[in-house]
Protein backbone atom coordinates (compact mmCIF):
# COMPACT_ATOMS: atom_id res chain seq x y z
CA UNK A 1 0.00 0.00 0.00
CA UNK A 2 2.02 3.12 -1.42
CA UNK A 3 1.64 5.35 0.41
CA UNK A 4 3.52 8.30 -1.68
CA UNK A 5 1.90 7.78 -4.92
CA UNK A 6 2.88 9.46 -8.52
CA UNK A 7 -0.30 8.61 -10.65
CA UNK A 8 1.08 9.62 -14.23
CA UNK A 9 4.34 7.23 -15.10
CA UNK A 10 5.19 9.84 -18.09
CA UNK A 11 4.46 13.12 -18.99
CA UNK A 12 5.26 14.72 -22.48
CA UNK A 13 5.86 18.51 -22.67
CA UNK A 14 7.01 21.01 -25.15
CA UNK A 15 9.72 23.29 -24.60
CA UNK A 16 9.19 26.39 -23.48
CA UNK A 17 5.52 25.58 -21.93
CA UNK A 18 5.05 24.80 -18.42
CA UNK A 19 5.51 21.06 -16.82
CA UNK A 20 3.22 20.12 -13.97
CA UNK A 21 4.05 16.83 -12.33
CA UNK A 22 1.84 15.56 -9.05
CA UNK A 23 2.19 13.15 -6.25
CA UNK A 24 -0.58 12.60 -3.85
CA UNK A 25 -0.05 10.63 -0.33
CA UNK A 26 -2.21 9.49 2.19
CA UNK A 27 -0.35 10.06 5.56
CA UNK A 28 -2.12 13.09 7.08
CA UNK A 29 1.01 13.14 9.37
CA UNK A 30 3.92 13.72 6.20
CA UNK A 31 4.79 17.53 7.17
CA UNK A 32 7.90 18.04 5.01
CA UNK A 33 8.08 16.94 1.29
CA UNK A 34 11.33 16.85 -1.02
CA UNK A 35 11.39 16.49 -4.78
CA UNK A 36 13.95 14.48 -6.50
CA UNK A 37 15.03 14.62 -10.21
CA UNK A 38 16.93 11.60 -12.08
CA UNK A 39 19.18 11.12 -14.99
CA UNK A 40 19.96 7.56 -16.49
CA UNK A 41 22.55 5.73 -14.73
CA UNK A 42 22.58 8.89 -11.83
CA UNK A 43 21.70 8.88 -8.79
CA UNK A 44 18.55 11.05 -7.95
CA UNK A 45 20.15 14.63 -7.02
CA UNK A 46 17.89 16.62 -5.01
CA UNK A 47 15.57 19.38 -6.31
CA UNK A 48 13.48 21.54 -4.26
CA UNK A 49 11.73 21.43 -0.81
CA UNK A 50 8.57 22.08 1.05
CA UNK A 51 7.33 22.05 4.71
CA UNK A 52 3.46 22.06 5.44
CA UNK A 53 3.67 25.47 7.20
CA UNK A 54 4.15 26.58 3.55
CA UNK A 55 1.60 26.48 0.85
CA UNK A 56 4.44 27.28 -2.07
CA UNK A 57 8.42 27.40 -2.67
CA UNK A 58 9.86 28.49 -5.49
CA UNK A 59 13.76 28.03 -6.90
CA UNK A 60 14.11 29.66 -10.20
CA UNK A 61 12.19 27.42 -12.42
CA UNK A 62 11.02 25.56 -10.48
CA UNK A 63 7.95 25.68 -7.82
CA UNK A 64 6.28 23.48 -5.47
CA UNK A 65 2.90 23.85 -4.12
CA UNK A 66 1.57 22.17 -0.93
CA UNK A 67 -2.24 21.25 -1.04
CA UNK A 68 -2.83 20.07 2.68
CA UNK A 69 -6.54 19.13 2.54
CA UNK A 70 -6.20 17.39 -0.72
CA UNK A 71 -3.00 15.79 0.43
CA UNK A 72 -1.68 16.95 -2.61
CA UNK A 73 1.44 18.53 -3.88
CA UNK A 74 2.80 19.11 -7.53
CA UNK A 75 6.13 20.71 -9.18
CA UNK A 76 5.60 23.12 -11.69
CA UNK A 77 8.68 23.45 -14.26
CA UNK A 78 8.42 26.81 -16.38
CA UNK A 79 9.73 27.54 -18.84
CA UNK A 80 10.48 23.81 -19.68
CA UNK A 81 13.63 22.81 -21.10
CA UNK A 82 15.11 19.92 -22.73
CA UNK A 83 17.68 19.43 -20.04
CA UNK A 84 14.72 19.04 -17.58
CA UNK A 85 14.03 15.48 -19.35
CA UNK A 86 14.50 13.03 -16.15
CA UNK A 87 12.54 10.77 -13.85
CA UNK A 88 11.04 13.01 -11.11
CA UNK A 89 10.25 11.53 -7.63
CA UNK A 90 8.54 13.00 -4.63
CA UNK A 91 9.28 12.24 -1.24
CA UNK A 92 7.68 12.40 1.94
CA UNK A 93 8.61 12.37 6.05
CA UNK A 94 6.33 13.15 9.26
CA UNK A 95 7.60 14.48 11.89
CA UNK A 96 8.58 12.12 13.84
CA UNK A 97 9.69 8.98 11.24
CA UNK A 98 13.27 8.73 10.89
CA UNK A 99 12.55 8.17 6.68
CA UNK A 100 11.12 9.64 3.62
CA UNK A 101 8.77 7.78 1.60
CA UNK A 102 9.66 7.81 -2.08
CA UNK A 103 6.54 7.71 -4.98
CA UNK A 104 7.44 5.47 -8.13
CA UNK A 105 8.81 8.66 -9.88
CA UNK A 106 7.05 10.51 -13.19
CA UNK A 107 9.09 10.49 -16.33
CA UNK A 108 9.19 13.80 -18.20
CA UNK A 109 10.20 14.14 -21.59
CA UNK A 110 10.44 18.04 -23.08
CA UNK A 111 10.57 18.27 -26.73
CA UNK A 112 12.29 20.82 -28.52
CA UNK B 1 31.43 14.69 -8.19
CA UNK B 2 28.40 13.62 -6.44
CA UNK B 3 30.25 13.41 -3.02
CA UNK B 4 28.79 9.42 -3.09
CA UNK B 5 30.81 6.84 -4.56
CA UNK B 6 29.27 3.54 -5.52
CA UNK B 7 31.62 0.74 -7.06
CA UNK B 8 30.92 -1.40 -9.10
CA UNK B 9 28.71 0.19 -11.71
CA UNK B 10 27.33 -2.82 -13.10
CA UNK B 11 27.65 -6.42 -12.07
CA UNK B 12 26.74 -9.76 -13.39
CA UNK B 13 26.40 -12.67 -10.63
CA UNK B 14 25.25 -16.09 -10.69
CA UNK B 15 22.59 -16.95 -8.16
CA UNK B 16 25.81 -19.36 -5.75
CA UNK B 17 28.24 -16.22 -6.70
CA UNK B 18 29.55 -13.63 -3.83
CA UNK B 19 30.16 -10.23 -4.46
CA UNK B 20 29.82 -7.03 -2.61
CA UNK B 21 28.86 -3.96 -3.26
CA UNK B 22 30.99 -0.16 -2.00
CA UNK B 23 29.93 2.78 -0.78
CA UNK B 24 31.90 6.13 0.22
CA UNK B 25 30.52 9.54 0.80
CA UNK B 26 33.38 12.55 1.20
CA UNK B 27 30.49 14.95 2.51
CA UNK B 28 30.91 14.30 6.10
CA UNK B 29 27.43 12.54 6.67
CA UNK B 30 26.50 10.26 9.88
CA UNK B 31 23.96 8.09 8.26
CA UNK B 32 23.81 5.79 5.04
CA UNK B 33 21.32 3.98 3.34
CA UNK B 34 20.50 1.38 0.91
CA UNK B 35 17.70 1.44 -1.43
CA UNK B 36 16.97 -1.20 -3.59
CA UNK B 37 14.82 0.45 -7.27
CA UNK B 38 13.41 -2.08 -9.18
CA UNK B 39 11.61 -1.03 -12.50
CA UNK B 40 8.09 0.96 -11.55
CA UNK B 41 8.36 0.57 -8.00
CA UNK B 42 9.09 3.47 -5.30
CA UNK B 43 12.81 3.32 -4.04
CA UNK B 44 12.74 0.66 -1.11
CA UNK B 45 15.11 1.46 1.60
CA UNK B 46 16.98 -1.82 2.53
CA UNK B 47 19.30 -0.57 5.51
CA UNK B 48 20.10 2.71 7.57
CA UNK B 49 22.98 2.84 9.30
CA UNK B 50 23.36 5.96 11.81
CA UNK B 51 26.53 7.10 13.56
CA UNK B 52 28.05 3.26 12.06
CA UNK B 53 25.03 1.44 14.25
CA UNK B 54 22.19 -0.03 12.25
CA UNK B 55 18.88 1.68 12.68
CA UNK B 56 16.92 0.09 10.26
CA UNK B 57 16.59 -3.39 8.48
CA UNK B 58 13.37 -3.54 6.65
CA UNK B 59 12.72 -6.88 6.30
CA UNK B 60 15.62 -7.56 3.71
CA UNK B 61 16.48 -11.53 3.50
CA UNK B 62 19.48 -12.64 5.19
CA UNK B 63 21.00 -13.19 1.47
CA UNK B 64 21.78 -9.14 1.67
CA UNK B 65 24.31 -8.38 4.27
CA UNK B 66 25.30 -4.51 5.17
CA UNK B 67 28.32 -3.74 6.80
CA UNK B 68 29.52 -0.33 7.81
CA UNK B 69 32.90 0.25 9.26
CA UNK B 70 33.19 3.93 9.85
CA UNK B 71 30.89 6.74 8.46
CA UNK B 72 32.14 7.23 5.47
CA UNK B 73 31.78 3.99 4.01
CA UNK B 74 29.14 1.39 3.69
CA UNK B 75 28.98 -1.98 2.36
CA UNK B 76 26.29 -4.58 0.68
CA UNK B 77 27.48 -7.95 1.31
CA UNK B 78 26.03 -10.46 -1.73
CA UNK B 79 25.20 -14.12 -1.31
CA UNK B 80 23.16 -16.73 -2.93
CA UNK B 81 20.71 -14.36 -4.50
CA UNK B 82 17.83 -14.89 -6.88
CA UNK B 83 16.54 -13.90 -10.03
CA UNK B 84 14.20 -11.26 -8.35
CA UNK B 85 16.95 -9.30 -7.02
CA UNK B 86 18.56 -8.06 -10.39
CA UNK B 87 17.99 -4.26 -9.62
CA UNK B 88 19.45 -1.24 -9.62
CA UNK B 89 21.29 -0.85 -6.04
CA UNK B 90 21.58 3.14 -4.79
CA UNK B 91 23.60 3.96 -1.46
CA UNK B 92 22.51 7.51 0.05
CA UNK B 93 23.91 9.19 2.96
CA UNK B 94 22.60 12.23 4.98
CA UNK B 95 23.88 14.39 7.92
CA UNK B 96 22.14 12.68 10.09
CA UNK B 97 18.53 9.92 10.03
CA UNK B 98 15.34 11.67 11.01
CA UNK B 99 16.39 15.64 10.05
CA UNK B 100 14.22 16.60 7.17
CA UNK B 101 17.81 17.09 5.45
CA UNK B 102 17.48 15.72 1.61
CA UNK B 103 19.61 12.52 1.03
CA UNK B 104 22.60 12.48 -1.73
CA UNK B 105 22.83 9.69 -3.55
CA UNK B 106 25.29 7.56 -5.25
CA UNK B 107 24.88 6.70 -9.45
CA UNK B 108 23.72 3.21 -8.18
CA UNK B 109 25.37 0.14 -9.20
CA UNK B 110 22.93 -2.30 -11.53
CA UNK B 111 23.02 -5.56 -10.43
CA UNK B 112 22.06 -8.40 -12.77
CA UNK B 113 21.69 -12.40 -11.41
CA UNK B 114 21.61 -15.23 -14.03
Known amino acids: DQQVKQNSPSLSVQEGRISILNCDYTNSMFDYFLWYKKYPAEGPTFLIS?????DKNEDGRFTVFLNKSAKHLSLHIVPSQPGDSAVYFC???????????FGPGTRLSVLP | ETGVTQTPRHLVMGMTNKKSLKCEQH?????MYWYKQSAKKPLELMFV???????ENNSVPSRFSPECPNSSHLFLHLHTLQPEDSALYLC?????????????FGDGTRLSIL
Open chain 1, 50 to 54: ISSIK
Open chain 1, 91 to 101: AAKDNYGQNFV
Open chain 2, 27 to 31: LGHNA
Open chain 2, 92 to 104: ASSQEQGTNQPQH
Open chain 2, 49 to 55: YNFKEQT
